[in-house]
């Protein structure tokens, strides 16, 4: 089994600003991750993945992602943001063991990022 | 290419009523899944199809069905609706694992 924690329910911030929208996950097998973006009225757009490789993802619009495996983390970070940044945020994990090339997601609680002028 | 489509956008159902929501995909993926969305519980896997043919549980199963009638639809049915199935649902269908998501379809049930 596996979850997955995103710390903050809502983060508050100015235009212009950097930000840091924190998750954690839990699983006993090796997983992928993901971070999806979710615009008011929308469906799910994937702002980025981690498969293999590299730690440090980058993905659209600016957005960036770490994986630690030690602290069992993968935080998304924006230098600057802007006001059309406002949306929620949801990380993603799927379990990547069995060979297959599905995943059934499993997805944190969202944070809202509100971006203010 | 109109990716992952969904039918109906809202709908308001009393309880015991049925519908059937409707999910099609143009991109030949393989995989398909259901989700519903509720507010701070980000969103839930109701049932997948790993391929045309296959359909399995998810987290949150009960209350619903689902048909995969081709390898581009599938279908999610609500066969007595209650007021606990009032969320946002959510289609989607992957390949290289990323999956892509419909607009989604609001549920009420009075």
């Known amino acids: 089994a596996q979850s997955v924690t995103q710390l903050d329910s809502q983060v508050p911030v100015f235009e212009e600003a950097p930000v840091e929208l924190r998750c954690n996950y839990s699983?006993?097998?090796?997983?992928?991750l993901f971070w999806y973006v979710q615009y008011p009225n929308q469906g799910l757009q994937l702002l980025l993945k981690?498969?293999?490789?590299?730690?440090l993802v980058k993905g659209i619009n600016g957005f960036e992602a770490e994986f630690n495996k030690s602290q069992t983390s993968f935080h998304l970070r924006k230098p600057s943001v802007h006001i059309s940044d406002t949306a929620e945020y949801f990380c993603?994990?799927?379990?990547?063991?069995?060979?297959?090339?599905?995943?059934?997601?499993?997805f944190g609680q969202g944070t809202i990022l509100t971006v203010h002028p | 290419n109109a990716g992952v489509t969904q039918t109906p956008k809202f709908q308001v159902l009393k309880t015991g009523q049925s519908m059937t929501l409707q999910c099609a995909q143009d991109?030949?993926?393989?995989?398909m899944y259901w989700y519903r969305q509720d507010p701070g519980m980000g969103l839930r896997l109701i049932y997948y199809s790993a391929s045309e043919g296959t359909t399995d549980k998810g987290e949150v199963p009960n209350g619903y069905n689902v048909s995969r009638l081709n390898k581009r639809e599938f279908s999610l049915r609500l066969e007595s609706a209650a007021p606990s199935q009032t969320s946002v649902y959510f289609c989607?269908?992957?390949?290289?694992?990323?999956?892509?998501f419909g607009p989604g379809t609001r549920l009420l049930v009075l």
């Open positions: 989607a269908s992957s390949a290289s694992w990323q999956e892509y």
């Open positions: 993603a994990v799927s379990s990547n063991a069995g060979g297959t090339s599905y995943g059934k997601l499993t």
């Open positions: 699983s006993s097998v090796s997983v992928y």
């Open positions: 991109m030949n993926h393989n995989s």
């Open positions: 981690y498969l293999s490789g590299s730690t």
